[in-house]
């Protein structure tokens, strides 16, 4: 989780905004919009300041089953910063499922919020 929250997380603030979301999609290659990143953070912005923690990223992927969620949060990192594709610390597979992962979730939160 830690490699995937650091790919928003451009200033390393350890907070992700919804212009830092917009961008590190993009970056990624899911086109999401300015609604859709905003949609997000208001989904799982939990104390409400705007922006999301890793703690709060975590909550928006992990399982539920905590040893699961636990195997994911033990992982080491393979996070370096290069000046390539912010999503190079994934074997090709693992952007691939994150890339889709991504626009399931935002696909999911319209259909949610078009129901509300």
């Known amino acids: 989780m830690f490699d995937a929250f650091n790919i928003f ?40 300041d705007r922006r999301i923690s890793a703690a709060e990223f975590g909550e928006a992927f992990l399982a539920f089953d905590q040893y699961y969620s636990s195997m994911v949060s033990r992982r080491p990192s393979n996070y370096v910063p290069r000046p390539i594709r912010p999503d190079d610390c994934f074997l090709p597979n693992t952007a691939y499922e994150f890339k889709a992962m991504w626009n399931t979730h935002i696909r999911c939160e319209n259909a949610a919020e078009a129901l509300r």
């Not at 200033?11 to 990143?37: K, M, P, W």
């Open 9 to 48: 997380d451009i200033n390393r603030n350890g907070f992700i905004s919804v212009h830092e979301l917009l961008h590190g999609l993009a970056s990624i290659g899911v086109l999401a919009s300015f609604d859709d990143c905003e949609l997000f953070i208001t989904r799982y912005d939990k104390n409400g």
